[in-house]
């Protein structure tokens, strides 16, 4: 799928691209090396292409600065695991993601994050967003 990019691809943007599990699955093996990642999923209808199956694939991503998940049907168990993976995030985009609750938070926290979109997450509660 990306062989001939796979060492030198840094940036991916796949936006509105009705990414699948299945296919970050199968391509995240070959781009080690990246970055930037936008999956986000614009169109209400398309949200459920992209669950934990694939967001828990994005964490042999070790070197992911950068991510967008918004508009995706991922839940706490992604994010957890992606902390835990992936080190150096900075910036996190879960724009419309109504999976995700508190659990989210706590795991946000510890990363250093530069820039966070929340917004549009109906399962965050007041004493959550505290934390941050």
Same mark, same amino acid.
């Given at each position: 799928m990306f062989r001939q990019l796979k060492s030198t691809l840094r940036s991916l943007s796949l936006r509105d691209s009705r990414v699948t599990d299945a296919f970050l699955v199968a391509a995240v093996s070959e781009l080690t090396n990246l970055r930037y990642l936008n999956i986000s999923q614009g169109a209400s209808a398309d949200k459920g292409l992209v669950t934990d199956v694939g967001g828990l %694939? !994005?964490?042999? !991503? *070790? &070197? @992911? +600065?950068? @991510?967008? $998940?918004? $508009?995706? $049907?991922?839940?706490?168990?992604?994010?957890? %695991?992606?902390? +835990?993976?992936?080190?150096? $995030? /900075?910036? !996190? /985009?879960?724009?419309?993601?109504?999976? @995700?609750?508190? %659990?989210?938070? &706590? %795991?946000?926290? !510890?990363? *250093? @994050?530069q820039e966070l979109d929340l917004s549009n997450n109906e399962n965050f509660t007041a004493p959550g967003i505290k934390i941050l």
């Open positions: %694939a !994005l964490t042999d !991503l *070790k &070197q @992911l +600065k950068w @991510l967008n $998940m918004s $508009m995706t $049907m991922i839940t706490d168990e992604t994010i957890i %695991a992606l902390q +835990k993976s992936c080190p150096n $995030m /900075e910036h !996190l /985009e879960l724009y419309g993601c109504p999976s @995700l609750t508190d %659990a989210t938070i &706590q %795991a946000l926290v !510890l990363w *250093k @994050l």
